[in-house]
């Protein structure tokens, strides 16, 4: 199987720099604003905003336990929201808390899904 090193995938840095963090991951306030409206505590607010950037740079969803630390804790830090440890986003992922805000983030980004119909029109 093909590794997605080998694949036309982005992939986040393990380790970016300020530059990168600054430019790619810090949320706007009208982001914060939205993320405060659809996820009730700040866990669920850091796990929305963290889906959120990794989405806007990716352009596709990737599990947050496959986001580097230092991404998460800058989102966090600019937020004003505290980042939890490793056992609490595992969690996060197996409530179903991610899915739910998958489609809030498709929605609040206009961004459709690829299926059969599109593959048509292509």
């Known amino acids: 199987m093909v590794s997605m090193q080998e694949t036309a995938y982005p992939r986040l840095k393990s380790c970016p720099n300020y530059k990168e963090l600054e430019k790619l991951f ?6 914060i604003s939205w ?22 740079c990716l352009n596709y969803f990737l599990p947050i336990r496959d986001t580097s630390s230092v991404i998460i804790e800058h989102i966090a830090r600019k937020a004003k ?4 440890d490793q056992a609490e986003w595992d969690s996060y992922h ?22 059969n119909q599109t593959h048509q029109i292509m």
Not at 26 to 31: K, L, M, N
Not at 35 to 56: E, I
Request: without cysteine; glycine residues 6%; proline residues 6%.
């Open 81 to 84: 929201l505290d980042s939890p």
């Open 35 to 56: 993320v405060k409206q659809k996820a009730r505590n700040p866990f669920s607010q850091l796990g929305l905003l963290t889906m959120l950037k990794t989405f806007q």
């Open 94 to 115: 197996r409530s179903g808390t991610g899915i739910r805000q998958i489609a809030m983030i498709r929605e609040y980004r206009q961004a459709k899904i690829f299926n």
């Open 26 to 31: 810090s949320p706007t306030s009208s982001e």
